[in-house]
């Protein structure tokens, strides 16, 4: 939505007031910002051992409660030799490691059975998880179902409630690439192809037992992918900072990821490996940041377009950034402004309205840099499935999610179900939907600095 138009909208001038942990502005009543907890927790149990060559003791960690690993990965893991690595570090321990490779570039429901199979033959008595964030999604499922003992689709829901409290075998996750955050997330977002819904995993007790960051294992990752996944980062960062559930925690570890990302993500697309490295650990801060403070509305609309499309997930991310960000910074300006700050795009004493200002005129300059897309292509999303990629917003984390028939019958009269700090209506969801087949253009912006 043009700024222009937007200010019209938000008229009269912002009254400011305490709100929970930050100043938040609460905007004439129009743009309704949910007020941050008073009270929260942080928790963020997975034990990250990083480092180059840290792989090699992937086997130390697994051998101090398990016996029997099922590895989980891909093909062109595997076609890399990089699973050799994970292999040798088991078996030198003296573990009997079985490997499941059948992973697709969607962490999918069937590949979670197909894995839990592999797992039974082999009698496997925990995961470990080797890849990029489909593989580390389909070990946590594997690990869930395998322990569960019962199918997906019985194992979501909680609708509207605290997450299920789901059993899962011990699993051990290393990233090859600096995106996901999986291997500190406890959740598992399987695709569902038959019922056509993306069915999410997540528990308390559904976080790695250990995250494995290992530079070296992101050597030979594909700048394509290197930039795919880095905007993945990038934005869990800046979603944590744009919800209402965003606390100190959250937002030291969310600042301080994205001006890391801000400053070396362009570099280490282009394969400068100490870049790859501080990308690495800035991916796995971002994502103990949003697993706490939760994510926004450029994760639940781009979900959707996941769900129905074929199309790699961090182009729909990349492209859902831009726009909900403009949508979020006249709710957020105080969030902006830190952002801002974090980026090193602002200089003593300026405003805060101007350093808001700075933050997405960088974004746009960093997001092209590194080849993402401004828009989706109208032959890859059907324009005429908007209404139904807006009812699968509002259906989120109810039973419609699981049934096609009743998204029509949906409420969408009220606030979409996010803790996006600005909330939307049905009719904002639509036009961020309308804006992603548009896209957005590059207006002039300072590059980003190294934070001081
Ligand atoms: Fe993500």
């Not at 400011?16 to 905007?27: H, N």
């Not at 990302?261 to 280490?268: E, F, I, N, Q, V």
Request: with cysteine; charged share 20%; hydrophobic share 45%.
């Amino acid at each position: 939505m043009p700024r222009r138009k937007m200010r019209s909208l938000i008229e009269p001038p912002p009254r400011s007031r305490k709100v929970g942990w930050f100043d938040q502005r609460v905007q004439g009543g129009i743009v309704e910002v949910l007020a941050a907890p008073d009270v929260f927790t942080f928790h963020a149990p997975t034990k990250v051992l990083h480092g180059r060559g840290a792989i090699a003791r992937l086997g130390d960690e697994v051998a101090t409660e398990c016996r029997r690993p099922l590895l989980v990965t891909d093909p062109g893991i595997v076609a890399s030799g990089l699973h050799r690595r994970a292999i040798d570090s088991l078996e030198r321990r003296g573990l009997a490691v079985a490997v499941f490779d059948r992973v697709t570039h969607m962490a999918t429901v069937r590949s979670v059975s197909e894995g839990v199979a592999a797992g039974r033959a082999h009698g496997f008595d925990c995961v470990v998880g080797l890849g990029g964030g489909s593989a580390l999604a389909v070990a946590r499922g594997v690990a869930i179902v395998g322990a569960e003992e019962r199918p997906v689709r019985e194992l979501v829901g909680g609708w509207g409630a605290e997450a299920p409290s789901l059993r899962m075998l011990p699993l051990f996750s290393v990233p090859t690439t600096a995106g996901s955050g999986s291997e500190v997330s406890p959740s598992a977002p399987l695709l569902d192809d038959e019922l056509g819904a993306k069915l999410t995993l997540s528990g308390r007790g559904t976080f790695s037992r250990v995250a494995i960051l290992d530079p070296d294992l992101l050597a030979s990752l594909p700048s394509r992918q290197a930039a795919l996944s880095g905007v993945d980062a990038l934005t869990h960062a800046i979603e944590a900072c744009c919800t209402n559930l965003a606390t100190p925690i959250t937002d030291a570890l969310a600042l301080a990821a994205m001006g890391i990302l801000m400053r070396d993500l362009a570099a280490a697309v282009r394969g400068d490996a100490d870049a790859r490295a501080r990308c690495l650990v800035a991916s796995t801060m971002a994502n103990q940041a949003c697993g706490n403070a939760k994510l926004g509305l450029v994760h639940g609309l781009a979900r959707n377009v996941q769900t129905l499309f074929v199309i790699p997930y961090g182009v729909t991310i990349g492209v859902f950034l831009v726009p909900v960000m403009e949508f979020n910074r006249p709710a957020a300006l105080p969030a902006f402004a830190r952002m801002a700050d974090a980026m090193g795009l602002s200089r003593p004493g300026e405003p805060e309205s101007s350093r808001a200002a700075a933050v997405v005129p960088a974004v746009k300059r960093l997001l092209t840099e590194i080849g993402i897309p401004r828009r989706l292509g109208s032959d890859e999303v059907d324009r005429s499935r908007i209404d139904e990629l807006a009812r699968m917003v509002f259906a989120r984390n109810t039973p419609a999610q699981l049934d096609r028939a009743a998204l029509a019958s949906v409420d969408v009269g009220g606030f979409a179900p996010s803790p996006n700090i600005r909330r939307a209506r049905y009719a904002d969801v639509v036009a961020l939907y309308e804006r992603s087949l548009v896209g957005w253009s590059v207006e002039g912006a300072p590059p980003p600095q190294t934070p001081a």
